[in-house]
């Protein structure tokens, strides 16, 4: 059974970088599809972040792309997202998913908390 | 691509149809999912492909629709379909509803 799960700090001071780690089991994240954040907001707003692909390619929303870098350990099977000069409008719940081409995300981590606060 | 969920609120009774609403901003060719999302819970995929159950879910869900509009369809509300619940478009790129929150009457 594919299971991921997120992992990092529940708190992060405004201007700061947000860290966190997506670890996989069930499936090696070098054989197939792409690994994605999302974010869910207060409010349920939800945004897609960006993703690392099967071969390390990356692909990151254009409203967030000076910001974001994600990256990837294979030797770990975890896959990792960086979001740089963070806000308080940042403070959301982040997931890590499984995104296939033309197809939906069919595996979700249980979510982390995010808060960004001085 | 923007996606318009409708209500953002729904109140129903035990035993009721009740239908949630998703509108695209374009022709998003059927690539359209809802999933259902439990408070503290990560989202639980629904339905893909518009109209096609994912494996495991109840048979009183069902999804439909075409071009920009799309609608997801619980036959009969069992109390523990009390959740949110988010369509998502994957025809280009992705984006999400804004949800429609179910609860009971």
């Known amino acids: 059974e594919i299971q991921l799960q997120e992992s990092g700090p529940g708190l992060v001071k405004p201007s700061q970088s947000l860290s966190l780690t997506c670890s996989v089991t069930?499936?090696?994240?070098?054989?197939?599809?792409?690994w994605s954040w999302i974010r869910k907001f207060p409010g349920n707003k939800m945004e897609w972040m960006g993703y690392i692909s099967y071969s390390g390619s990356t692909n990151y929303n254009p409203s967030l792309k000076s910001r974001i870098s994600i990256t990837r350990d294979t030797s770990k099977n975890q896959f990792f997202l960086q979001l740089n000069s963070v806000t308080t409008e940042d403070t959301a719940t982040y997931y890590c998913?499984?995104?296939?081409?033309?197809?939906?995300?069919?595996?979700w981590g249980q979510g982390t908390l995010v808060t960004v606060s001085s | 691509i923007q996606m318009t969920q409708s209500p953002s609120l729904l109140s129903a009774s035990v035993g009721d149809r009740v239908t949630l609403s998703c509108k695209a901003g374009q022709n998003i060719n059927n690539y359209l999912a809802w999933y259902q999302q439990k408070l503290g819970e990560a989202p639980k995929l629904l339905i893909y492909n518009a109209n096609s159950l994912q494996t495991g879910i109840p048979s009183r869900f069902s999804g439909s629709g075409s071009g920009t509009d799309y609608t997801l369809t619980i036959s009969s509300l069992q109390p523990e379909d009390v959740a949110t619940y988010f369509c998502?478009?994957?025809?280009?790129?992705?984006?999400f509803g804004g949800g429609t929150k179910l609860e009971l009457k």
């Open positions: 998913a499984r995104w296939g081409y033309s197809s939906p995300f069919a595996y």
């Open positions: 998502q478009q994957y025809n280009s790129w992705t984006a």
């Open positions: 069930g499936y090696t994240i070098t054989s197939g599809y792409d």
